[in-house]
């Protein structure tokens, strides 16, 4: 067997004790499978010769003895899959020589003491599985910290105690996390809420205490978070509402209060378990929650209520009819509408073109965000001090043809919205410059992490990193529901005309914004299509070079679903 390049007996019920004379196979050898069997004895002495072996599958067996310090002599190793045995012992920290190792599976085997540091050394490493052993102290940091650990880390059902690293935020690429049945104490890290891509992840069976923390808002990806038989206090969290793709949620055996939730997966009882929380109410009735109590004031102080709440409205009516008095003698006194007042974005507060010049130190080249077709984006801080802010700040060039066209449709697309999803505006400037010359802008919601044309293209390697699947999915939901408000919310709808990646925006927790409303229609029903086709025609053909919006070739069939083609 000189030439011997793989050996696989997997599944065949081979039983006794694995000979020796396994140790003097050829050096060539890269692959040894014999899981799934009933074979006893040791891994064979001078394992560590097999300097080609990729990989070395002896799960599913009755192996006992303990784990030889020479299978760290395998740098060549991907696969390690030595669980469901008998092996004894501490893990040796020669594992965290192998380098180019992607799997390793010892569970369900008898090992014990601390996992080895080493293990941070394994910077190829997808997948790592330690569960059901005698595994104890803290988690090492280094684990925490292994960024290339993408599609399963269980260290469930051990003896391990202490904190959970906050370097468990390096773990970006995460899919399955079991830390379960542990004696982990401590509050669950904010930290938790960089792993975005989580689909599972279980926490249940420990002893971590505090609230559930807000930042798990941005794991919108969860399919199953089971956080029960700990010792978590505070409210049940709204945002689990909306979490779209989650399908069971535990947080039975706490000591949880408030209010339980009754929207999303909450409107599903087979879904949810919130058992031995005593002190939540309210809720969908099958959980059987008492009414939370809203104990009523004294007498004395619910006359001075009643007193303040009669007062409050009375003031509130009176002021109602001064405002409509006043506004009804303002557009009296200036008669009907001046020629073009519709295309005015009068519902904006102005600014002056000497705080735009201030907030932008001079449109300086630092602050410039980005080039569209019919202007630049500025980053601008506006206040000091406390009152500190920051705007996005379009500036419009005047001098090329369509843009006091594009400034008017967005001014009077924005005067008409207010959606999550879409980027807000603030107020316009609408004036002349230093020169003399004419000066538009719009000051919009700064959306910090750019567009999502920079994330899938980014201009230079590592500027950002590529989107995942599941990010692309939760961008493509959000994009959808800014559109669907836009045509089927408001009235008139708008049609948007320019859904490109440049013109979605993304906030820091990667949600995703729709912006630029400068080629936007508004649907009027009276309008005919030939009068909407004149008014789309008339520009030509507007918007990105190599991209053209459904429906800019035939503006007479401009329709809601144009902006979703």
Known sequence: CSSLVLVNLQLNNLSGILPNSIGNLSQKLEGLRVGGNQIAGHIPTGIGRYYKLAILEFADNRFTGTIPSDIGKLSNLKELSLFQNRYYGEIPSSIGNLSQLNLLSLSTNNLEGSIPATFGNLTELISLDLSSNLLSGQIPEEVMSISSLALFLNLSNNLLDGPISPHVGQLVNLAIMDLSSNKLSGVIPNTLGSCVTLQFLHLQGNLLHGQIPKVLMALRGLEELDLSNNNLSGHIPEFLESFRLLKNLNVSFNHLSGLVPDKGIFSNASAVSLTSNDMLCG???????????????????????IRILVFTVAGAFILLCVSIAIRCYIRKSRGDARQGQENSPEMFQRISYAELHLATDSFSVENLVGRGSFGSVYKGTFGSGANLSTAAVKVLDVQRQGATRSFISECNALKRIRHRKLVKVITVCDSLDHSGSQFKALV?????????????????????????LMQRLNIALDVAEALEYLHHHIDPPIVHCDVKPSNILLDDDMVAHLGDFGLAKIIRAEESRQSLADQSCSAGIKGTIGYLAPGMLFPSYFTTFSAMA
């Open 444 to 468: 919009l919601e700064f959306i910090p992490n750019g567009s999502l044309d920079k994330w899938l293209h980014p201009s230079t390697e590592g500027e950002f990193q590529t989107p995942s």
């Open 283 to 305: 809720g969908p009735v099958f959980f059987h929650f008492p009414t939370c109590p809203y104990p009523a004031p004294d007498k004395p102080a619910r006359h001075k209520l």
